[in-house]
């Protein structure tokens, strides 16, 4: 094979939960002899673990109890895969670290321990699962991604320094892709001294994004536990189908609204090079999956609804607002010092409304709008809260410049109050906020209407 025509592949949690999975898998990369390069999350439930053992508050006994479950999960695996001495050892040491760091860490809870720590699920993963593919006959070996993962050093959610990766990437990896499999660590790093540092959770789907770019490779595939991204959650309409082939621009639309199948800024590094992005199952390969690209042959005009619950409208009341300058700056200006994301928007001559973004926001968890908040806006304008509200997006292309979409969308709509419309910023989306209690049923009505 030729190494432009790399294949970086990419295995969730789920999907190397267990020996089983992990056999699945290692078919799926030995299936195209392209696939050189694996890059694996943690068994499923490991990371979970290791953050419990990285709290503040867990005494001895639950410590071990959690040391114990992780062991547990690779020993399972081992079993299966006949003792062999040497991965035995391998992971007895990474275990014997783990103890370690969790102990050291009731002495000092430096962040930098606490990411080693984390970052040995993956370790453990990537040793077992290139195990597994040599168990079926082709050589295989893991390779430590700290070589060429550099990033700084902002512990627990680490920047990759993107040009380091390159050169590092093409002087130690690449040439180890020549004649064998390469199974790799998502999720993790080191930063300049060498120090462990972690991406964040869920990082590996960017992990394997940048290793991606870095060795400009053909294509990425993330295989997690569903088949795709799919035209709505199927789970609301069961006539739900599959996305064959979707844009960049579309699918970063659709995965802030829900879509969980992946971040789209997860796999920007990959965009950025126009490196194809496939998403599909591990479970039932068979079944095909979603080819994200840069341009693609077929852009409807609808190309799915997606919905999210949970929003929190705020709606702000200023006389001051007319003809005047600097309104909108001083109120982003006050969300910004709180930490608030924010995402729609839609104005009057006296009134803002907007809805607060979750994901982008700093939260404690505690709700969004912290008293103090509440109060420095109130000291410009009038603040109205609306809660129990759910925003749904019909997604596709040349929304805003095609004629009639307004009234098919409306016509679906018409039984239902719509809180707030946002349409005309972007050509791939309109989204219209409703009641939570009556969101199911708008997204179900809307996807029987325009996909069925
Ligand atoms: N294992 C890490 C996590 O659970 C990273 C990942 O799975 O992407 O967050
Ligand atoms: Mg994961």
Same mark, same amino acid.
Request: proline share 3%; with cysteine.
């Given at each position: 094979? +030729? ?9 969730g ?35 979970n ?20 479950q992780i ?41 930098a ?5 984390? $970052? ?20 295989? #070996? ?10 700084? $050093?902002h512990?627990?959610?680490a ?16 040439? !180890? ?29 960017? $992990? ?27 789970? !609301? ?14 699918a ?65 009341? $200023?006389?001051q607002?007319?003809?005047a ?7 982003f200006?006050?969300?910004a ?13 006296? #009134? ?8 982008? +926001?700093?939260? /404690? ?8 908040? !509440?109060?420095?806006? /109130? ?21 805003? /410049?095609?004629?009639?979409?307004? +009234? ?8 239902? #109050? ?5 349409q ?29």
């Open positions: 094979m +030729s190494l432009n025509q790399l294949v970086v592949a990419k295995f949690g789920t999907s190397v939960a267990d020996y089983q999975a992990m056999s699945r898998c290692a078919d799926i990369v030995l299936a195209n002899p392209n696939t050189r390069l694996v890059v694996v999350s943690a068994s499923s439930g490991v990371t673990l290791l953050v419990e053992l990285t709290q503040a508050n867990v005494n001895d006994e639950r410590r071990l109890s959690l040391l114990k062991a547990q999960i690779q020993y399972r695996i081992i079993d299966e895969l006949g003792s062999p001495q040497d991965i035995n050892a391998q992971i007895d040491k990474l275990l014997s670290r783990m103890a370690v760091l969790s102990e050291s860490l009731e002495l000092d809870r430096s962040k321990i606490m990411d080693e720590l984390l $970052s040995m699920g993956e370790q453990c993963s990537s040793v077992l699962f290139s195990a597994v593919i040599r168990e079926k006959g082709t050589p295989s #070996n893991a390779f430590d991604v700290r070589q060429v993962l550099r990033t700084d $050093s512990f627990g959610r920047e990759p320094q993107i040009e380091q990766i390159a050169m590092l990437a093409r002087d130690h990896l690449q040439p !180890l892709l020549v004649n064998q499999v390469i199974v790799t660590q998502g999720f993790i790093g080191a930063d300049e001294q060498g120090r462990t540092t972690t991406l964040g959770r869920g990082g590996s789907d960017y $992990s394997a994004a940048l290793l991606a770019e870095a060795l400009t490779a053909f294509a990425v595939e993330i295989w997690t536990d569903v088949a795709g991204i799919y035209t709505t959650d199927p789970r !609301l309409a069961p006539n739900a189908r599959p996305i064959a082939e979707i844009s960049f621009n579309e970063a639309e659709m995965a802030t609204f829900g879509a969980k199948v992946l971040h789209p800024a997860t796999i920007l590094p990959a965009v950025r090079q126009q490196i194809q992005v496939f998403v599909g199952s591990s479970k039932a390969p068979e079944a095909g999956g979603t080819w994200i690209r840069h341009q693609v042959e077929d852009a409807p005009v609808y190309r799915a609804v997606a919905l999210r619950r949970d929003q929190t409208l705020l709606n702000l009341h $200023s006389l607002m007319l003809h300058q600097g309104f909108l700056a001083e109120t200006a006050t969300l010092r709180h930490k608030i994301s924010v995402d729609l928007i839609t104005t009057s001559e006296v #009134n803002v409304s907007l809805t607060l973004d979750k994901t982008g +926001s700093d939260s /404690s968890g505690q709700g969004l709008l912290s008293e103090s908040l !509440l109060q420095e806006l /109130s000291q410009h304008c009038r603040v109205r809260v609306e809660d129990n509200l759910a925003l749904v997006a019909i997604i596709g292309n040349k929304i805003a /410049s095609t004629a009639g979409i307004c +009234s098919r969308v409306f016509q679906v709509l018409e039984k239902h #109050n719509v809180r707030m419309i946002c005309g910023a972007s050509p791939h989306n309109l989204c219209v906020l409703v009641d939570e209690a009556e969101a199911a049923t708008v997204v179900h009505a809307l996807h029987k209407n325009l996909f069925e």
